[in-house]
């Protein structure tokens, strides 16, 4: 399952709580699963997807069984829509992000007026193409307990050990 949303939607806050939960999970924007590369028209950079680390981690997930938590919102997400049995966006209100990213101390992205404007413009730009994708739409404003419980409703008891942040 994947699980997008713009930063500050608590993407990772989800994953952690699915962890302790006993699920299996992989929060994207830690690790190597990542790169910037630059964007078609040659101006800038965007993260990236590695589409081979993500395909290789995918596979060992379907062979297994074992349902997987994977959270990121990249450029080249959509090329794995197909193997995801469900894609979850995470959703809150421009106030309540930008109020999020201000006092969380665990991603140092947003605190800047330079993030935060970009976080305002990808909100208003990619959002709707993320839920354009996306198969559930989670309101984040309700009790962390209520958004996992809903995730988890989806995909059942997990059936392995947990693995967190591969």
């Not at 193997?83 to 992000?97: G, K, S």
């Amino acid at each position: 399952m994947l699980v997008t949303g713009m930063s500050g939607t608590g993407k990772s806050t989800t994953l952690n709580h699915l962890a302790h939960r006993g699920y299996s999970v992989v929060d994207t924007d830690y690790g190597d699963w990542i790169e910037n590369l630059s964007l078609p028209d040659g101006i800038g950079a965007e993260p990236h997807w590695r589409e081979d680390r993500i395909d290789a981690l995918l596979t060992r997930h379907e062979d297994s069984g074992v349902p997987l938590f994977l959270a990121g919102t990249v450029i080249n997400q959509e090329v794995f829509y197909p193997r995801f049995a469900e894609i979850v966006l995470l959703t809150a209100p421009l106030p309540v992000i930008l109020t999020r990213i201000t006092t969380r101390t665990t991603n140092p992205f947003g605190k800047t007026p330079e993030e935060r404007a970009q976080i305002e413009s990808d909100t208003a730009e990619i959002e709707p193409l993320l839920r354009a994708g996306a198969t559930i739409e989670i309101d984040t404003r309700r009790s962390i307990t209520q958004v996992v419980d809903q995730l988890v409703a989806l995909v059942g008891f997990p059936s392995a050990p947990a693995s967190c942040c591969e």
